[in-house]
């Protein structure tokens, strides 16, 4: 999520302090993408340089200081609510450029790297998915709030992404063997193309998992 967005979301409701904002942005997320104050404050910065926000002219007696939404910061906000989020381009996602890396470097144990993998993703999902039964009961049995529905969809969020993961890692493992049971003949040996070689089978091993993690 942009934090620069994030954050004019926020004003756009009401004029908020460096620290109100983090506290808010925190809250509303459920605490999973949390904020330092220097990032808030170099954000509130970048912000207020491009004219999206401005501040009190004058520090309160606790030295805070106010930060409001500028008319440009609200077009910039709700034009943010109308347009999709983009996802044309391809995310550097660790995980497929690790395997893209593993399936092309020469005595690297893939299989072993994908089962350790999913050891981890399994526990996580585990653990999102306590957390997720945990929030629904409190959700039951108390008058939930906006902040509750909010934590509850960014679980299940994560969530359908852990399973998605565990799917995709599941299509790695049968691509892997397909690929050990494949006849394979000798080809004679470039000494000028290797370098051009490996580029090549790192583009391609890359170009195949992240078709399957887009497909995830």
């Known amino acids: ?105 020469p005595g690297v144990d893939v299989p072993g790297v994908v089962q350790t993998q999913r050891t981890a993703t399994l526990k996580h999902l585990r653990d999102l998915t306590r957390l997720k039964v945990q929030a629904t009961d409190r959700q039951a049995a108390e008058a939930a709030s906006s902040n509750d529905l909010a934590w509850l969809l960014v679980l299940e969020n994560l969530i359908f992404a852990a399973e998605s993961e565990v799917r995709w890692l599941d299509h790695v493992e049968s691509r892997l063997a397909l690929e050990a049971a494949r006849p394979r003949t000798p080809a004679a040996p470039d000494p000028g193309a290797g370098r051009e070689h490996t580029a090549h089978d790192t583009s391609t091993a890359y170009e195949s998992i992240t078709k399957g993690a887009q497909q995830k």
Request: charged fraction near 25%; avoid cysteine.
């Open 1 to 105: 999520m942009s934090v620069k967005l994030g954050m004019l979301a926020l004003l756009a409701e009401s004029s908020m302090y460096g620290a109100q904002l983090r506290s808010e942005f925190e809250a509303r997320t459920g605490g999973t993408w949390p904020l330092n104050v220097g990032q808030v404050y170099t954000t509130l910065a970048r912000l207020e340089r491009d004219g999206l926000v401005e501040q009190d002219p004058q520090a309160d007696d606790e030295g805070r200081i106010l930060y409001h939404l500028t008319p440009l910061g609200l077009e910039e906000v709700t034009t943010w609510w109308r347009t999709p989020v983009d996802r044309d381009e391809t995310p550097r996602d660790e995980l497929v450029i690790k395997l893209a890396l593993a399936v092309t470097t």
